[in-house]
């Protein structure tokens, strides 16, 4: 799957499924229109116009087990973690960053959202920096404090 990070990294799209063989991959998910962190991560996002762009359901269609190492979510608009578990290679990590009024990042703070029994938890903070984080129409800022979460797949 060399072709398929070449045009991810150029900016480009991929339709395909990344499989076993490729792992250590780095996803952005739910990064909107493009990663914020740039080449080397995989944004995915129903806004895609570079990475992929598939809704949250779909991820295992795109992600063959343990692919990915690193995952960085911000502000996550919808559940995802019993999607994306499978993808994850143990030992595998998950930061997750928001407000504590977006209802996803509060149940994963709270240690009672879904699937997250395959994961431990190795940090979390309070009042992190926010480098701009958006809301879902990807203009409006995130407003209050920003928390962080980290995550580890299990062995």
Same mark, same amino acid.
């Given at each position: 799957?060399?072709?398929?990070?070449?045009?991810?990294?150029?900016?480009?799209?991929?339709?395909?499924?990344?499989?076993?063989?490729?792992? /250590?991959?780095?996803?952005?998910?739910? %990064? =909107?229109?493009?990663? *914020?962190?740039? #080449?080397?991560?995989? +944004?995915?996002?129903?806004?895609?116009?570079?990475?992929?762009?598939?809704?949250?359901?779909?991820?295992?269609?795109?992600?063959?087990?343990?692919?990915?190492?690193?995952?960085?979510?911000?502000?996550?608009?919808?559940?995802?973690?019993?999607?994306?578990?499978?993808?994850?290679?143990? /030992?595998?990590?998950?930061?997750?960053? %928001? =407000?504590?009024?977006? *209802?996803?990042? #509060?149940?994963?703070? +709270?240690?009672?959202?879904?699937?997250?029994?395959?994961?431990?938890?190795?940090?979390?903070?309070?009042?992190?920096?926010?480098?701009?984080?958006?809301?879902?129409?990807?203009?409006?800022?995130?407003?209050?404090?920003?928390?962080?979460?980290?995550?580890?797949?299990?062995?």
């Amino acid at each position: 799957e060399a072709a398929a990070l070449l045009a991810l990294a150029k900016g480009g799209s991929y339709l395909g499924k990344f499989k076993s063989t490729d792992f /250590g991959l780095k996803v952005d998910l739910m %990064g =909107g229109e493009h990663s *914020r962190y740039g #080449n080397g991560y995989i +944004n995915f996002d129903l806004k895609a116009k570079s990475g992929i762009k598939s809704d949250i359901s779909n991820f295992k269609n795109h992600f063959g087990n343990n692919t990915i190492s690193e995952m960085i979510v911000d502000n996550p608009q919808t559940p995802f973690l019993e999607n994306v578990s499978g993808a994850i290679q143990s /030992g595998g990590t998950i930061t997750i960053r %928001g =407000g504590m009024s977006n *209802r996803n990042v #509060n149940s994963l703070f +709270n240690g009672n959202a879904a699937g997250l029994d395959a994961f431990e938890v190795i940090s979390k903070k309070e009042k992190v920096n926010n480098p701009g984080y958006k809301q879902n129409d990807g203009s409006t800022p995130v407003g209050g404090e920003i928390n962080e979460i980290i995550l580890r797949k299990k062995p």
